[in-house]
């Protein structure tokens, strides 16, 4: 059992910056690979990126590449999102999200999720 909590949400303008942290309750956090998905209104939840349990492999939407980054400390139960260069229609509530490391994390369906946190609130203004 993994439980999940966001942080770091917030209000930002265009252009801005904000880091979410998510810290993992657990012993086997580091058999997980970690997922972080959004959910804006009238949207259907979407996959933003994922890192491999070890932290050594990462995978992002393709629209977030290059102003994204997911980072993890293993040692600390941590995962973290990096975003740059916000835009309005990041705006959303982001998740993060745990997989077994044998199922097909990478591919950003949802379903290979199995805990989830309750979300953080992100707002970009113009």
């Known amino acids: 059992q993994v439980q999940l909590a966001e942080s770091g949400g917030g209000l930002v303008q265009a252009g801005g910056s904000l880091r979410l942290s998510c810290a993992a309750s657990?012993?086997?956090?580091?058999?997980?690979?970690m997922g972080w998905f959004r959910h804006a209104p009238g949207k259907d939840r979407e996959f933003v990126t994922a890192?491999?349990?070890?932290?050594?492999?990462?995978y992002y939407a393709d629209s977030r590449k290059g102003r994204f980054t997911i980072s993890r400390d293993n040692a600390k139960n941590m995962v973290y999102l990096q975003m740059n260069s916000l835009k309005p229609e990041d705006t959303a509530v982001y998740y993060c999200a745990a997989a077994n490391s044998g199922s097909s994390w990478w591919s950003g369906h949802r379903g290979n999720y199995i805990y989830w946190g309750q979300g953080t609130q992100v707002t970009v203004s113009s």
């Open positions: 657990g012993r086997t956090f580091s058999s997980y690979a």
């Open positions: 890192i491999s349990p070890s932290g050594g492999s990462t």
